[in-house]
């Protein structure tokens, strides 16, 4: 097990840290911003509330099915991978005296084949607050696990798994669960728990100062949500990172990161032109391999939308040498391809965006839908399109669109401009342009 350096009698105003426990934090973010890129500088630490949990909150209790949708959001993790499963024991056994011995079972996790199973002691819905953060504990392990990051180093995993919920934004959530102490009384039977988490607050304060000082925010909102204790040590740890800077700071890549931002905030307004020209200039700031690939592939779906589809195609072919399993970059290609007429190739790359797990299947299904549309195999066509429409969970690009231009192919012309007013109201610039096309003729 890591054992964490603790300095006794130490000044009112001096943090103090240890060098290995210094360098424990460092190293595991740097692997941490390695694989996921740096956390963008408006980046959040999740607070137990509505605004990050909606449908939890809005329930009349809290329901472990609500915990787990709004987790998969947070954490974009598809939701139909996730399954769990309540365990009674002898806790819910009303009127039977016992103890137990070290940590009481609250929440395991069982990964493999693409699926996720969680099983959580029935106990904890008692206690919807355990209840959340077991489930927020065990989502974290998801996440790492679907990178496939060989994060289980044995005592010292639970202590990596606090220092990725940080850079995850569940820092504060965590930090409000290193104690848990709690008396229910019912008149006849007294149940009482305590529990102490194994991260002392030094390192705890340090990893939050660390994450704080990569997206440049010395004095967060979110600092008042941490425990009084905490937040004094986080108060101490921010001053230490101004006097002694972390080698992981670095400025270039903090303005990439508000670049490759700024860019997805003008594709959402339809300014493709102007998102390629701030992803260009990130692309010049950023030596980080996951960056990178993240800018090629939205090059490459930037350069779709304004139909430069050969442009297009190298930017995302750049994606995929840097990340093969990048699954949406392999998807957004094999659908640049196929508006090129590569049919067969393009549908090579959607098989591997398949198979990579780490895809947009209302996507993968509307491209597929497209490739056989351009193979006149209108059945199979109709069939990815009905598929695509299911799967949706958020708004699919073009979907409309494209369905819309299938229908009156088809001679379906009706209920083909139907669904071209929901691409146009969508403000999709493409369905736009083919609306006023037909209004002219």
């Known amino acids: 097990m890591k054992l964490f350096g603790i300095f006794k009698n130490r000044e009112n105003d001096t943090f103090r840290i240890t060098e290995p426990d210094k360098l424990w934090v460092e190293d595991n973010f740097r692997w941490l911003i390695k694989v996921f890129g740096y956390p963008y500088r408006e980046s959040e630490q999740i607070l137990l509330s509505e605004t990050y949990f909606p449908k939890t909150f809005k329930a009349e209790s809290v329901l472990i099915e ?4 709004d987790l998969c959001l947070l954490l974009q993790i598809r939701e139909e991978k996730i399954f769990f499963q309540v365990v009674n024991d002898i806790r819910d056994s009303y009127g039977m005296p016992y103890k137990i011995e070290g940590k009481p079972f609250e929440s395991e996790l069982e990964a493999g084949e693409g699926k996720s199973k ?9 206690h919807p607050k355990r209840l959340i953060y077991s489930f927020v504990y065990e989502f974290i392990r998801i996440k790492l696990i679907d990178n496939k990051l060989q994060f289980d180093t044995g005592d010292d995993t639970y202590l ?3 220092l990725a ?10 930090s409000q669960n290193l104690k848990d102490t709690g008396r229910v009384d ?3 039977w007294e149940t009482k728990w305590n529990y102490i988490s194994d991260m002392p607050n030094e390192i705890m304060a340090f990893a939050l100062a660390t994450y704080s000082r990569l997206i440049e925010q010395d004095i967060p909102k979110w600092k008042e949500s941490l425990p009084s204790d905490l937040r004094s040590q986080f108060e101490k740890a921010i001053k230490y990172l101004t006097e002694n800077p972390s080698e992981l700071y670095d400025k270039k890549e903090i303005e990439a990161n508000e670049l490759f931002k700024t860019a997805y905030d003008q594709y959402q307004k339809t300014e493709f032109e ?3 020209t701030n992803l260009q200039k990130a692309l010049f700031l950023t030596n980080d391999d996951v960056m990178k690939a993240d800018i090629y592939n939205n090059l490459g779906y930037y350069s779709i939308r304004i139909k430069n589809y050969e442009q297009s195609v190298s930017f995302l072919k750049n994606a995929i040498q840097i990340i093969p399993d990048y699954g949406y970059a392999n998807d957004n290609l094999g659908y640049a391809l196929i508006q090129l007429g ?12 398949v198979a990579t797990e780490k895809n947009d299947v209302a996507y993968t299904y509307r491209n597929l839908a497209l490739y056989y549309q351009a193979k006149g195999e ?3 066509a109709e069939d990815f399109y009905k598929k695509a429409f299911d799967s949706i969970t958020d708004s699919v690009d073009l979907l409309e669109y494209h369905y819309a231009d299938f229908l009156i192919q088809n001679g379906k012309t009706d209920q083909g401009l139907e669904f071209l007013k929901k691409a146009v109201e969508k403000g999709e610039p493409e369905a736009i342009k083919k609306m006023n096309e037909i209004k002219k003729n």
Request: glycine residues 10%; without cysteine; hydrophobic residues 45%.
């Open 378 to 380: 209108m059945n199979k």
């Open 165 to 174: 919920g940080i850079y995850f934004g569940f820092g504060v959530l965590l």
């Open 66 to 69: 609500n915990i787990i949708k």
């Open 118 to 126: 969680i099983y959580i002691a029935n106990s904890l819905q008692k």
């Open 160 to 162: 990596f798994i606090y």
């Open 186 to 188: 019912d008149g006849f």
């Open 274 to 276: 102007k998102a390629v």
């Open 342 to 353: 590569n049919l067969e190739e393009g549908k090579e790359y959607l098989e591997k965006a």
